[in-house]
């Protein structure tokens, strides 16, 4: 079974797969490219101070892979050589699990650092995703950005972290 | 006519529920459904300023017009990655 680009659900993530999805996906083409830059994100037992015992991560699917296929067309305006590769995890993630793993390439490293950390802020902008952190004392919903994706100053941000 | 309804994260824990139906009439916005809601759970008003809404799974600004049989929405600040 060949591993989609873009993918959201509960199984367990691997950098790999992400990468092998891209590879794929490239086809005859990848001998043009040179670099491949990838992220796993990591569930820290740790948040502004609370103690974190492990995270529940909630998301409303469909719009969620929507989210995921903008991104991905942004990066392609943006950065046309680039191609990106995005699984996000579902469900009861343990401390040093993998909430996220993301692959960029392109035929040169600047345009897949770019890419790739732009994914990376955009999910945290725009896709429908929350998670739920449990912690020595209680639990708490974590609420970061009012999802907007026409807000064209949110992109900005993402585009200047991305260059920075 | 008839819209389903689903809430998520910190709005599902108020309502109680994550999906409910509502009947509604002619011309009915996202923003009459979600001016509703927070009539019945007062708590939802605090997301007033701050939440999204989609409609069948697409991002919809609150004027966006309902039809019979749309899903509707409604999403508290995200916190994904």
Same mark, same amino acid.
């Given at each position: /079974? ?14 790999? =797969?992400?990468? !092998?999805?891209?590879?794929? +996906?490239?086809? +005859?083409?990848? @001998?043009?490219? @040179? ?15 609370? %103690? ?15 989210a995921?296929?903008r991104i991905? &067309?942004e *990066? ?8 990106? &590769? ?22 040169? %490293? !600047? ?7 732009y994914a990376i802020e955009r999910v945290k902008q725009i896709a ?8 020595? @004392? ?14 064209? %100053?949110a992109r900005?941000?993402a585009? =200047?972290?991305?260059?920075? | /006519? %008839? ?14 529920? +994550?999906?409910?139906?509502? $009947?509604?009439?002619?011309? &009915? ?21 701050? *939440? ?9 600004? /609150?004027?966006?017009?309902?039809? $019979?049989? $749309?899903?509707? &929405? ?6 994904? @990655?």
């Amino acid at each position: /079974m060949t591993t989609p680009l873009l993918a959201i659900g509960p199984e367990p993530l691997e950098l790999e =797969r992400a990468a !092998a999805a891209l590879d794929a +996906s490239v086809g +005859s083409n990848a @001998g043009s490219d @040179g670099a491949v830059v990838m992220f796993l994100g990591l569930v820290r037992n740790h948040n502004v101070g609370r %103690r974190v015992r492990y995270l529940e991560y909630e998301a409303y699917e469909p719009l969620a892979l929507k989210a995921f296929e903008r991104i991905s &067309a942004e *990066i392609h305006e943006r950065w046309p050589d680039a191609r990106l &590769a995005l699984h996000h995890r579902i469900g009861r993630l343990e401390i040093g699990e993998a909430s996220i793993a993301i692959a960029a390439r392109s035929p040169h %490293r !600047a345009n897949a650092y770019a890419a790739c950390r732009y994914a990376i802020e955009r999910v945290k902008q725009i896709a429908p995703i929350w998670k739920r952190e449990f912690f020595d @004392g209680g639990d708490m919903w974590i609420e970061g950005a009012t999802a907007d994706p026409e807000d064209q %100053r949110a992109r900005a941000e993402a585009e =200047r972290i991305a260059c920075a | /006519m %008839r819209v389903t309804v689903r809430l998520f994260a910190r709005l599902r824990d108020i309502a109680g529920t +994550s999906e409910l139906a509502r $009947d509604l009439a002619p011309g &009915a916005t996202i923003g009459t459904v979600w001016r509703q809601l927070a009539g019945e759970f007062p708590a939802l008003a605090d997301y007033e300023r701050s *939440i999204s809404s989609a409609v069948n799974a697409d991002y919809a600004r /609150m004027d966006h017009v309902l039809r $019979d049989g $749309d899903e509707v &929405a409604f999403l508290p600040p995200v916190s994904g @990655g």
